[in-house]
T-cell receptor, first 113, second 114 residues
Framework: SQQGEEDPQALSIQEGENATMNCSYKTSINNLQWYRQNSGRGLVHLILIRSNEREKHSGRLRVTLDTSKKSSSLLITASRAADTASYFCATGRNTGTASKLTFGTGTRLQVTL | GAGVSQSPRYKVAKRGQDVALRCDPISGHVSLFWYQQALGQGPEFLTYFQNEAQLDKSGLPSDRFFAERPEGSVSTLKIQRTQQEDSAVYLC????????????FGSGTRLTVV
């Protein structure tokens, strides 16, 4: 079953605008990861934030995590047409030997010229 | 290899047929995961290997699903007596450790059961 839900389910913006996606989850986590999936392709790891971190940056990506509200957001600044994809958050729970991921339902982002 | 390789890329099976899906992880990656992604949904965990040991198979939906990784590298996901609800994309991911820094996913195998 899906751990979390993402909001919005779909987002359409123009090139150059910022895109914000939100993720909520239900149980305690060790980390939260964001992945991108282009149509018909596998997932690409974007960024990981640990449960004791509040904010992380990577290039045009900014991720925040609020464990008290069990929520995270992904901000993509100055979007490009190539950012068009589905974005998934995944909560990681450490089982001792692995960080087992549970994915959300995804946000479909469309960036138009 | 440079990435995680999955084959076949597409598979059409008649209901009741057995299928085998292959995953070739990044060389040296000890952890390997299988996920199932239904259309329009996020991936769902199936099973996890550390080297050749299957440490977690809690996500396998029925005893028709079986996975193996006999030599700790290539893995095969086998589905016996396929049913229509098995239609999905099957994703394989590997990581050097236990995925504590993220996974590398393959492009997946799209299985269609007719």
């Amino acid at each position: 079953s899906q751990q979390g839900e993402e909001d919005p389910q779909a987002l359409s913006i123009q090139e150059g605008e910022n895109a914000t996606m939100n993720c909520s989850y239900k149980t305690s986590i060790n980390n939260l990861q964001w992945y991108r999936q282009n149509s018909g392709r596998g997932l690409v790891h974007l960024i990981l934030i640990r449960s004791n971190e509040r904010e992380k940056h990577s290039g045009r990506l900014r991720v925040t995590l609020d464990t008290s509200k069990k929520s995270s957001s992904l901000l993509i600044t100055a979007s490009r047409a190539a950012d068009t994809a589905s974005y998934f958050c995944a909560t990681g729970r450490n089982t001792g030997t692995a960080s087992k991921l549970t994915f959300g339902t995804g946000t479909r982002l469309q960036v138009t010229l | 290899g440079a990435g995680v390789s999955q084959s076949p890329r597409y598979k059409v099976a008649k209901r009741g047929q057995d299928v085998a899906l292959r995953c070739d992880p990044i060389s040296g990656h000890v952890s390997l995961f299988w996920y199932q992604q239904a259309l329009g949904q996020g991936p769902e965990f199936l099973t996890y290997f550390q080297n050749e040991a299957q440490l977690d198979k809690s996500g396998l939906p029925s005893d028709r699903f079986f996975a193996e990784r006999p030599e700790g590298s290539v893995s095969t996901l086998k589905i016996q007596r396929t049913q229509q609800e098995d239609s999905a994309v099957y994703l394989c991911a590997s990581s050097q450790g236990g995925g504590f820094y993220g996974y590398t996913f393959g492009s997946g195998t799209r299985l269609t059961v007719v």
